[in-house]
């Protein structure tokens, strides 16, 4: 049961660039979104998030839009910088954070 | 503040083993839990307490997978007997109270079952 999906596994951009992570889910009762960023060998670190009642949320180089008709939420990064190369993980979850769901990941590569 | 601290860091048993993993979660944070993560995928829910009582253990294959929060602090994850397919990175987790806030991550236990 996959309520929520990253459809690309990886994304290359150049440095500089913006790079944009999409993340789809299917689940309407989902409150918060979040994004999870993991380096190897390390857990996932919280990025940033946002509320279903907030259509943007931004904080320094990211900023996550959510679309809830579409079900779609999206992460850029403007400038991506090399050190942002990972794997991030778009979350979602209720209100009381119960069950969050995860999705499989897309491994960011930002080239020098 | 300190994090999430988990050991060991790897574990590599045969099948029908058993083993254990520990976490011990940021200081005050009364939800833990458990993930499984294996490789390629994201992290799927095991368990999740608050404080001491369990919250969901749906996913949680109870007939092989035991957890306990005794005192409402750490927490400990059983496997026995392991298979193969349950080689992955099992990562911890806590939570400060209130809505939206973000989960943290220990950097998890890579278990390979041979």
């Known amino acids: 049961d996959q309520q929520v999906k990253q459809n690309s596994p990886s994304l290359s951009v150049q440095e500089g660039r913006i790079s944009i992570l999409n993340c789809d889910y299917t689940?309407?009762?989902?409150?918060?979104f979040l994004w999870y960023k993991k380096y190897p060998a390390e857990g996932p670190t919280f990025l940033i998030s946002i509320s279903s009642i907030k259509d943007k949320n931004e904080d320094g180089r990211f900023t996550v839009f959510l679309n809830k008709s579409a079900k779609h939420l999206s992460l850029h990064i403007v400038p991506s910088q090399p050190g942002d190369s990972a794997v991030y993980f778009c979350a979602a979850s209720g209100l009381n954070n119960n069950d969050m769901r995860f999705g499989a990941g897309t491994r960011l590569t930002v080239k020098p | 503040e300190a994090g999430v601290a988990q050991s060991p860091r790897y574990k590599i048993i045969e099948k029908r083993q058993s083993v254990a993993f520990w976490c011990n979660p940021i200081?005050?944070?009364?939800?833990l839990y458990w993930y499984q993560q294996i490789l390629g995928q994201g992290p799927k829910l095991l368990i999740q307490?608050?404080?001491?009582?369990?919250?969901?253990d749906s996913q949680l294959p109870k007939d092989r997978f035991s957890a306990e929060r005794l005192k409402g602090v750490d927490s400990t994850l059983k496997i026995q007997p392991a298979k193969l397919e349950d080689s992955a990175v099992y990562l911890c987790?806590?939570?400060?109270?209130?809505?939206?806030?973000?989960?943290?991550f220990g950097n998890g236990t890579r278990l390979t079952v041979t």
């Open positions: 307490f608050q404080n001491n009582g369990v919250v969901d």
């Open positions: 689940n309407s009762m989902f409150d918060y």
């Open positions: 987790a806590s939570r400060d109270q209130g809505a939206g806030a973000p989960l943290h």
């Open positions: 200081s005050g944070h009364a939800t």
